[in-house]
């Protein structure tokens, strides 16, 4: 019944209402968005009866054998055969309950359009917590949407972006920087600069071909072992 009565009021209101932007001038949607319209609201129509007793006995391994003997296909068999079942009884309440969601709908907002704004006088706080849909919106912006974008613009922008990733490339570009400075100071295109460090290079090789390092090493060792003895 609520569903009925809220989607006719928003017909009523959105197709046979006063219009509030009368700069707009509405037209008809085309058939690319208005063929799968078409097609959803036809199915909507009759698409349970498709595959309806085949469905049944797809379900019925997990419902049991109660989901094919309340198929309804009794809808389709007369009544004489039958006893109406509570699955039909229901379903027909379902549909006068709806039925009775439209009328008020209709009553309210084509018949009488003047009584919902007389409701909001008499009654303005249960009128406003009905009309904004018990404020469920705005709970929910106040406690997950507004934290979300908090968290994000603090935490994921200041920290994860400007933080880390933009001193990240900070970094890299300072390392990069300083070795440029550094290879500029050897690469400076000085030929006197070069036979020096040539000549130092050579020197170090020499050094370490023609010094025993292994006897170094020991000798070291062996000072080192005297002087933890002591």
Known sequence: MLTAFYMFRLWYLAFMG???????????SPWSMRGP????????????WIWLYGFSEFLAPVLGARATEASSWRLLIPYTQ?????ETVLSIV??????????I?????RRKPARPAQWATAMPTGYKLLANKYFVDEFYGATVVKPLLGFSKVFLEWVVDVGILGGAAWLLGGIATF???LLQRWQSGNLRSYAAWLAAGAAAVLLFLLVPWTTV???LAAIHLGVAGH
């Open 105 to 109: 709908a209709d009553k309210f907002y």
């Open 37 to 48: 319209l078409l097609i959803l609201a036809a199915l909507s129509i009759c698409g349970g």
């Open 94 to 103: 379902a549909v006068l309950v709806a039925l009775e969601g439209w009328l």
């Open 179 to 181: 070795a440029g400075a």
């Open 217 to 219: 090493l020991a000798y």
């Open 82 to 86: 039958y006893s109406l079942s509570l």
């Open 18 to 28: 006063t219009s509030r932007s009368p700069e707009v001038h509405p037209h008809e």
